[in-house]
C-alpha cells in the first residue's frame, strides 16, 4: 500500500518535503485529512477543561501539523511548477480551506477561551503573552465577535475571494505565457546579446514553437529585453503585450478584479471598517489609511518632477517623439554616454553562479559568520531546484535554504521567498526556505548572464532567506517572516545594499569566460550610475501603490463599471498619470494585491525603505561589513520575528525611530 508521504513528518533533513515520493494525487487526500485532523484537536482543545495557556494557546500552536505540512508544499509547487491537476486541486481547496480556517476563528467555544486566557494574560512571559494578544486580536479581526447571521455571509465572502484570488492567479500565468512574442527573423532581435538570442530561441523551441525566437514576459510592466531591442515596431509589440496582458481574450481578469474589490468592501464593512484598506492597515506598522496617503501624497509630486526632468532629456537623446516603448532603450544610451556603462557589456561580468557563491552567500558569510554548503543529494519539485545546508559561526546546523532561479511555463512572474519548514523551539523544527526568481534560462551550456536588476533580486530575495533561516522563537505563529506586511520588506531591502560594496561587487562581478574582475574604471561608473533614473523608478512603483489603495479605499456603495478607465482617473486624481511611465503593475496583472496577499499593502515596499535607508545609514556610520553590525541586526531584527512588536525591535536596534531623510536622499527626493 502505497502511504501519503504528508501524513507523518518527513525523514529527510530538516524536514524537507520528500518530493521524490511526493505525486499530484497526494495533495488532495491530504488536505483532507490534515483538515479532518485539525477539526479533531479543536474539539480536544475546548473540551479540554478550564481555558490555560497551555491547554488552549499552546494546544493551537501544535495543531494542524499536516495541513501545514500539505499546505507549504502544495502552495510553493502551484506558484513554481504547476501542472494541470495541481490547479484543479487548487481551484477545489481554495474555498474548502477558507470555510475550514472560518470554523476555527468563528468557533464561539474556542473564542470564549481565548478570551478567557487573555483576560489573564499577565503573568505570562513576554512572547507568551503576546501570542495570547495575537490570538485574541486575529479572532476579532476574523469576525469572532460578529452576529450569526454576519458569520454566515463572512464565511460566504470568504469562501467565493479565496476562489476568486485563485481564478485571477491562473487566469494571469496563462495570459503571461500567451503574450510571449514569438519573432521569426534573428534580424529583429538586433541588439540583443548572444546569449540573450540563444535563450529566446530555446524558449520558442520549449514552448512548442517549430522556428523562431519567444520574447517571454516578467511579471511587471517593464519587460528587460526594451532596454536592448534597436527595432522600435518590435519594443512596441514586447510593450503593449506587457500592458495588455488581462484585458481581453480567454485570460481577461477585469471581472475578477471588480468582482475581488467589491467583495473586499463589503467584508470591510461587516467587520467594522469604512473600507478594506482601513481593515489592512489597522494591523500595521503605519497605523492608519491616512497616514499612507500622506507619504504617497508627499512622494508623488517630486517624483512627477524627476520624471518629467528625465524624459526631457531623453526626448532630446532619441531625437524623435518618445513613447513609452522608447524609455528604457534611450535611457541605456544615455547611461552609455554619460556614465560610459554599457548594460549588454556589465552582464558579461555578472555570471548566476558567480554571482551567488562570491556576492550574496560570501556577504552574508562575512556578515553573519555562516556558512553554505551544497547538497547535492537532495531533491526539489523540479530538477532545477538545488539545496545548499547552512550553518551558523559556531558550526551549528541553520537550515536548509533552496533556489529556483529559472523561469519556466508552469512558474507564476516575480519573485518570492517562502518557507516549506518554519522554525520553532516548540515544534523542534529548523527552517527550509526557498527562494524563487524568473531568470531567463541559457541554451545548454552557456552561462546565465545578469543584469543588474536580477543580480538585485538576488540579493533582495536572500534577504528574507535570512530573514526566515535567523528565526529564533519558541511559537510557529511568529516564526520567520511573520511580521506586518509593511515591515516584511525592511530586511530584504538592507541586504541589497551589498550589492554595491566595492569589497563584495569586486569579489563577485568577474567576466564569465575570462574571469577578469570588473575593471575600476567600469566599477566607478556603474556606482556613480546608481542615482539615474530615480524619476521614472519612484513614479512606476508610486503609481502601483496609489492604485492599489484606489482599489481598497473603494466603499460597498462605489461601483466600477470600466475597469481601465476607473485606472486612469485613480492615477489622475493622485497626480501621478504620467504619459510615458504606466505603473509598476497595472490592474488586470497585479498580482500582489489580487492573488498575492499585498492587497492594500503595496505601499509596503516604500514605507519599508524608511527604515533600510535608515540602517543602511547606521551601517555606514559603524563600519559597514563588520560582524558586530552583522550580530546586532541579526540579534535585534532578524532572529526575533514576530515575537516583538516590529518597530520596537526598529527602535532597540536603531537607538531611536526612523528618520525619512535617507530614503528621500536616496531616491533624489530632496
Same mark, same amino acid.
Given at each position: 500500500?502505497?502511504?501519503?508521504?504528508?501524513?507523518?513528518?518527513?525523514?529527510?533533513?530538516?524536514?524537507?518535503?520528500?518530493?521524490?515520493?511526493?505525486?499530484?494525487?497526494?495533495?488532495?487526500?491530504?488536505?483532507?485529512?490534515?483538515?479532518?485532523?485539525?477539526?479533531?484537536?479543536?474539539?480536544?482543545?475546548?473540551?479540554?477543561?478550564?481555558?490555560?495557556?497551555?491547554?488552549?494557546?499552546?494546544?493551537?500552536?501544535?495543531?494542524?501539523?499536516?495541513?501545514?505540512?500539505?499546505?507549504?508544499?502544495?502552495?510553493?509547487?502551484?506558484?513554481?511548477?504547476?501542472?494541470?491537476?495541481?490547479?484543479?486541486?487548487?481551484?477545489?481547496?481554495?474555498?474548502?480551506?477558507?470555510?475550514?480556517?472560518?470554523?476555527? #476563528?468563528?468557533?464561539?467555544?474556542? !473564542?470564549?477561551?481565548?478570551?478567557?486566557?487573555?483576560?489573564?494574560?499577565?503573568?505570562?512571559?513576554?512572547?507568551?503573552?503576546?501570542?495570547?494578544?495575537?490570538?485574541?486580536?486575529?479572532?476579532?479581526?476574523?469576525?469572532?465577535?460578529?452576529?450569526?447571521?454576519?458569520?454566515?455571509?463572512?464565511?460566504?465572502?470568504?469562501?467565493?475571494?479565496?476562489?476568486? /484570488?485563485?481564478?485571477? #492567479?491562473?487566469?494571469?500565468?496563462?495570459?503571461?505565457?500567451?503574450?510571449?512574442?514569438?519573432?521569426?527573423?534573428?534580424?529583429?532581435?538586433?541588439?540583443?546579446? %548572444?546569449?540573450?538570442?540563444?535563450?529566446?530561441?530555446?524558449?520558442?523551441?520549449?514552448?512548442?514553437?517549430?522556428?523562431?525566437?519567444?520574447?517571454?514576459?516578467?511579471? %511587471?510592466?517593464?519587460?528587460?529585453?526594451?532596454?536592448?531591442?534597436?527595432?522600435?515596431?518590435?519594443?512596441?509589440?514586447?510593450?503593449?503585450?506587457?500592458?495588455?496582458?488581462?484585458? #481581453?481574450? &480567454?485570460?481577461?481578469?477585469?471581472?475578477?478584479?471588480?468582482?475581488?474589490?467589491?467583495?473586499?468592501?463589503?467584508?470591510?464593512?461587516?467587520?467594522?471598517?469604512?473600507?478594506?484598506?482601513? +481593515?489592512?492597515?489597522?494591523?500595521?506598522?503605519?497605523?492608519?489609511?491616512?497616514?499612507?496617503?500622506?507619504?504617497?501624497?508627499?512622494?508623488?509630486?517630486?517624483?512627477?518632477?524627476?520624471?518629467?526632468?528625465?524624459?526631457?532629456?531623453?526626448?532630446?537623446?532619441?531625437?524623435?517623439?518618445?513613447? %513609452?516603448?522608447?524609455?528604457?532603450?534611450?535611457?541605456?544610451?544615455?547611461?552609455?554616454?554619460?556614465?560610459?556603462?554599457?548594460?549588454?557589456?556589465?552582464?558579461? +561580468?555578472?555570471?548566476?553562479?558567480?554571482?551567488?557563491?562570491?556576492?550574496?552567500?560570501?556577504?552574508?558569510?562575512?556578515?553573519?559568520?555562516?556558512?553554505?554548503?551544497?547538497?547535492?543529494?537532495?531533491?526539489?519539485?523540479?530538477?532545477?531546484?538545488?539545496?545548499?545546508?547552512?550553518?551558523?559561526? &559556531?558550526?551549528? %546546523?541553520?537550515?536548509?535554504?533552496?533556489?529556483?532561479?529559472?523561469?519556466?511555463? /508552469?512558474?507564476?512572474?516575480?519573485?518570492?521567498?517562502?518557507?516549506?519548514?518554519?522554525?520553532?523551539?516548540?515544534?523542534?523544527?529548523?527552517?527550509?526556505?526557498?527562494?524563487?526568481?524568473?531568470?531567463?534560462?541559457?541554451?545548454?551550456?552557456?552561462?546565465?548572464?545578469?543584469?543588474?536588476?536580477?543580480?538585485?533580486?538576488?540579493?533582495?530575495?536572500?534577504?528574507?532567506?535570512?530573514?526566515?533561516?535567523?528565526?529564533?522563537?519558541?511559537?510557529?505563529? !511568529?516564526?520567520?517572516?511573520?511580521?506586518?506586511?509593511?515591515?516584511?520588506?525592511?530586511?530584504?531591502?538592507?541586504?541589497?545594499?551589498?550589492?554595491?560594496?566595492?569589497?563584495?561587487?569586486?569579489?563577485?562581478?568577474?567576466?564569465?569566460?575570462?574571469?577578469?574582475?570588473?575593471?575600476?574604471?567600469?566599477?566607478?561608473?556603474?556606482?556613480?550610475?546608481?542615482?539615474?533614473?530615480?524619476?521614472?523608478?519612484?513614479?512606476?512603483?508610486?503609481?502601483?501603490?496609489?492604485?492599489?489603495?484606489?482599489?481598497?479605499?473603494?466603499?460597498?456603495?462605489?461601483?466600477?463599471?470600466?475597469?481601465?478607465?476607473?485606472?486612469?482617473?485613480?492615477?489622475?486624481?493622485?497626480?501621478?498619470?504620467?504619459?510615458?511611465?504606466?505603473?509598476?503593475?497595472?490592474?488586470?496583472?497585479?498580482?500582489?494585491? !489580487?492573488?498575492?496577499?499585498?492587497?492594500?499593502? +503595496?505601499?509596503?515596499?516604500?514605507?519599508?525603505?524608511?527604515?533600510?535607508?535608515?540602517?543602511?545609514?547606521?551601517?555606514?556610520?559603524?563600519?559597514?561589513?563588520?560582524?558586530?553590525?552583522?550580530?546586532?541586526?541579526?540579534?535585534?531584527?532578524?532572529?526575533?520575528?514576530?515575537?516583538?512588536?516590529?518597530?520596537?525591535?526598529?527602535?532597540?536596534?536603531?537607538?531611536?525611530?526612523?528618520?525619512?531623510?535617507?530614503?528621500?536622499?536616496?531616491?533624489?527626493?530632496?
Amino acid at each position: 500500500m502505497v502511504t501519503n508521504p504528508f501524513l507523518a513528518p518527513s525523514t529527510l533533513p530538516y524536514g524537507l518535503p520528500d518530493f521524490a515520493a511526493i505525486t499530484d494525487e497526494h495533495y488532495l487526500p491530504a488536505f483532507e485529512a490534515g483538515m479532518a485532523e485539525q477539526r479533531a484537536e479543536i474539539e480536544a482543545i475546548v473540551a479540554s477543561g478550564e481555558p490555560t495557556f497551555a491547554n488552549t494557546i499552546e494546544a493551537l500552536e501544535l495543531s494542524g501539523r499536516t495541513l501545514d505540512r500539505v499546505s507549504r508544499v502544495f502552495f510553493s509547487r502551484a506558484g513554481a511548477d504547476t501542472t494541470p491537476r495541481i490547479e484543479e486541486v487548487r481551484a477545489a481547496v481554495a474555498p474548502i480551506l477558507a470555510a475550514h480556517a472560518d470554523e476555527i #476563528s468563528l468557533d464561539p467555544r474556542l !473564542f470564549g477561551r481565548i478570551s478567557a486566557v487573555h483576560a489573564d494574560r499577565e503573568g505570562l512571559d513576554p512572547e507568551s503573552k503576546r501570542l495570547v494578544e495575537r490570538y485574541f486580536t486575529d479572532a476579532v479581526r476574523a469576525g469572532a465577535q460578529l452576529g450569526e447571521a454576519e458569520q454566515e455571509r463572512l464565511k460566504a465572502l470568504n469562501a467565493e475571494l479565496s476562489s476568486l /484570488s485563485t481564478t485571477f #492567479s491562473t487566469r494571469l500565468l496563462g495570459g503571461a505565457n500567451a503574450a510571449a512574442v514569438h519573432v521569426h527573423d534573428v534580424a529583429e532581435l538586433d541588439g540583443m546579446s %548572444p546569449g540573450a538570442i540563444s535563450a529566446a530561441a530555446a524558449a520558442a523551441s520549449s514552448r512548442g514553437h517549430g522556428s523562431g525566437f519567444l520574447l517571454t514576459l516578467v511579471l %511587471p510592466t517593464g519587460q528587460p529585453v526594451l532596454g536592448s531591442l534597436t527595432d522600435r515596431d518590435l519594443r512596441r509589440e514586447v510593450f503593449e503585450a506587457s500592458v495588455g496582458r488581462g484585458a #481581453s481574450g &480567454d485570460f481577461d481578469t477585469r471581472d475578477v478584479v471588480v468582482r475581488i474589490t467589491a467583495l473586499r468592501a463589503e467584508r470591510a464593512r461587516l467587520l467594522g471598517y469604512p473600507t478594506h484598506a482601513a +481593515y489592512v492597515i489597522e494591523d500595521s506598522t503605519a497605523g492608519s489609511v491616512d497616514a499612507v496617503a500622506a507619504m504617497l501624497a508627499d512622494l508623488a509630486p517630486p517624483a512627477m518632477r524627476n520624471a518629467d526632468e528625465e524624459a526631457a532629456e531623453l526626448a532630446e537623446t532619441a531625437g524623435h517623439v518618445l513613447e %513609452p516603448w522608447d524609455w528604457t532603450f534611450t535611457a541605456e544610451q544615455v547611461r552609455r554616454e554619460r556614465f560610459e556603462v554599457d548594460a549588454a557589456v556589465l552582464r558579461q +561580468y555578472l555570471e548566476l553562479e558567480s554571482v551567488l557563491e562570491h556576492g550574496v552567500f560570501h556577504a552574508a558569510e562575512e556578515l553573519y559568520g555562516i556558512q553554505l554548503h551544497p547538497r547535492h543529494d537532495l531533491v526539489g519539485y523540479h530538477p532545477d531546484v538545488r539545496f545548499w545546508e547552512v550553518f551558523d559561526a &559556531d558550526g551549528t %546546523p541553520l537550515g536548509l535554504f533552496g533556489g529556483d532561479y529559472y523561469a519556466r511555463e /508552469s512558474k507564476r512572474g516575480g519573485a518570492w521567498m517562502n518557507a516549506l519548514v518554519g522554525q520553532s523551539f516548540l515544534l523542534d523544527e529548523r527552517p527550509v526556505v526557498m527562494n524563487t526568481l524568473n531568470i531567463t534560462k541559457p541554451a545548454e551550456g552557456e552561462p546565465t548572464l545578469l543584469t543588474i536588476d536580477e543580480v538585485r533580486t538576488l540579493f533582495h530575495e536572500f534577504g528574507h532567506a535570512l530573514h526566515g533561516l535567523f528565526s529564533a522563537v519558541r511559537y510557529p505563529t !511568529f516564526s520567520g517572516t511573520s511580521v506586518p506586511r509593511d515591515f516584511v520588506e525592511f530586511p530584504s531591502q538592507v541586504n541589497e545594499m551589498w550589492l554595491e560594496r566595492p569589497e563584495i561587487l569586486g569579489r563577485y562581478a568577474k567576466h564569465w569566460e575570462t574571469g577578469e574582475l570588473l575593471p575600476a574604471p567600469l566599477l566607478e561608473k556603474l556606482l556613480a550610475s546608481r542615482s539615474y533614473g530615480e524619476g521614472f523608478r519612484t513614479t512606476e512603483y508610486l503609481a502601483a501603490s496609489l492604485l492599489d489603495q484606489a482599489w481598497h479605499t473603494l466603499t460597498v456603495d462605489d461601483q466600477v463599471t470600466d475597469v481601465l478607465e476607473f485606472e486612469a482617473e485613480a492615477l489622475r486624481k493622485a497626480g501621478i498619470a504620467h504619459p510615458l511611465i504606466p505603473p509598476r503593475y497595472r490592474s488586470t496583472y497585479f498580482n500582489h494585491v !489580487f492573488a498575492g496577499g499585498y492587497s492594500a499593502g +503595496y505601499y509596503s515596499y516604500i514605507w519599508s525603505e524608511v527604515l533600510d535607508a535608515d540602517t543602511v545609514q547606521w551601517f555606514e556610520e559603524n563600519g559597514g561589513l563588520r560582524r558586530e553590525n552583522g550580530d546586532r541586526f541579526r540579534r535585534e531584527l532578524l532572529s526575533r520575528g514576530g515575537a516583538v512588536d516590529a518597530m520596537e525591535a526598529y527602535r532597540n536596534f536603531r537607538g531611536r525611530n526612523p528618520e525619512i531623510r535617507p530614503l528621500l536622499e536616496r531616491r533624489n527626493l530632496t
